[in-house]
């Protein structure tokens, strides 16, 4: 079953954070806060870039330059998870953001799959916590891929999954470095948030409060069809 909108749409990939959930706050509260003990300057508009980017990398930027034996690296990426884990530890289905167990709910009931296309370690624990796994057919997450976004491998690996190809999929994405990694193998993509972050997709939604599975697929039209 699927929808067609000039090619047939079969499954969403949602990437998490920022997505589905208000986690991408807390990422940035956990990273604050070991940048506050180290001493390294780090501010909520320096976070924006690390939207999507693995912990590693994510590290990387903060340090702009600085070179850590791998130690501590290892040491610092640790105690900002320690921190997240502490954030996400009261986290319920009431975090869902308005709007995202709806769409979920209506693609499910149009007959159509969702996946998690997520960079995080932690994803597993999160789709848990908020108590979306009956409403997922797949998950990648940091675990699933070696190449992180940018790189398109996640989105590939979650298609793969549901046993389609990237043209049946629509991505939704509040990331830039997410954005880019769907748009290079051939997703259509829902951005979510400022222009500025994901003015590459291919249609632009504040949030995903109020926007309705027909809302997509009717902005998706004229991209497919151009
Ligand atoms: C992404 C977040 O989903 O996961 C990033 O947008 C985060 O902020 C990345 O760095 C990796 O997450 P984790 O939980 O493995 O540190
Ligand atoms: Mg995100």
Not at 91 to 115: F, N, T
């Amino acid at each position: 079953m699927g929808v067609t909108t000039g090619v047939l749409i079969k499954a969403f990939i949602f990437d998490l954070d920022g997505v589905l959930t208000d986690t991408a706050e807390y990422h940035y509260r956990a990273w604050k806060r070991l940048a506050d003990e180290e001493g390294l300057p780090f501010t909520r508009e320096d976070n924006e870039s690390l939207r999507g980017i693995s912990r590693r990398e994510s590290l990387t930027l903060i340090l702009k330059g600085r070179v850590y034996p791998e130690e501590k690296i290892r040491e610092m990426m640790a105690r900002k998870n320690n921190y997240y884990l502490q954030y996400i530890h009261e986290l319920s289905p009431r975090d869902l953001l308005p709007g995202a167990r709806e769409l979920l709910d209506e693609i499910r009931a149009a007959g159509l799959k969702s996946a998690i296309g997520s960079a995080s370690r932690n994803a597993e624990e999160v789709i848990d916590r908020l108590g979306l796994r009956p409403l997922l057919d797949a998950i990648s997450d940091g675990y699933s891929v070696e190449r992180q976004k940018p790189a398109p491998d996640l989105f590939l690996h979650a298609a793969a999954q549901l046993g389609l190809g990237p043209s049946e999929c629509v991505v939704v994405e509040d990331a830039a470095a997410g954005v880019e990694a769907a748009k290079a193998s051939g997703f259509r993509v829902v951005g979510l948030g400022p222009r500025e972050r994901t003015g590459g997709a291919d249609v632009v939604f504040p949030s995903l409060a109020g926007v309705h599975l027909s809302d997509i697929l009717s902005a998706l039209a004229p991209a497919v069809r151009g």
